[in-house]
């Protein structure tokens, strides 16, 4: 199982620059609105784009999807570990989380 991370944490990391975040979700909802930085890796895609966005399989790298119930980001953490990806976690609480607590977003495709 794929270890979670806090909002804080992920806030923090990308802060200083030290982490890939990855966004789960179809490319309408990551160009309506994104966190800082992150790259889209649509559930479907992630076997045929990884090797391309995440060349590093060593590089910190944190998914998420829209909310706690969408299961994008843990699927797509799972399948980024199986695809020999060693430090992989989850921001599970998601999109909707960070906006709630007034962070900053990003849009556009």
């Known amino acids: 199982m794929v270890q979670k991370i806090t909002r804080d ?6 802060d200083e620059g030290l982490v890939t975040v990855v966004e789960a979700l179809p490319l ?3 160009a309506d609105k994104h966190l800082p930085g ?6 479907d895609q992630v076997d045929e784009l990884s090797p391309t966005l995440l060349p590093d399989k060593d590089a910190a790298i944190v998914t998420y999807c829209a ?8 699927i797509a953490a799972e399948r980024l570990v199986e695809l020999g990806y060693t430090d992989v976690r989850e921001y599970y ?4 989380d960070w906006v709630e607590a007034g962070l900053p977003t990003e849009s556009g495709a």
Not at 38 to 43: D, Q
Not at 67 to 74: A, E, F, I, K, R
């Open 93 to 96: 609480e998601g999109k909707a």
């Open 38 to 43: 992150a790259l889209n890796l649509p559930l």
């Open 28 to 30: 309408s909802y990551y």
């Open 67 to 74: 909310d706690g119930p969408c299961p994008n980001s843990g």
């Open 9 to 14: 944490e992920l806030q923090k990391k990308i």
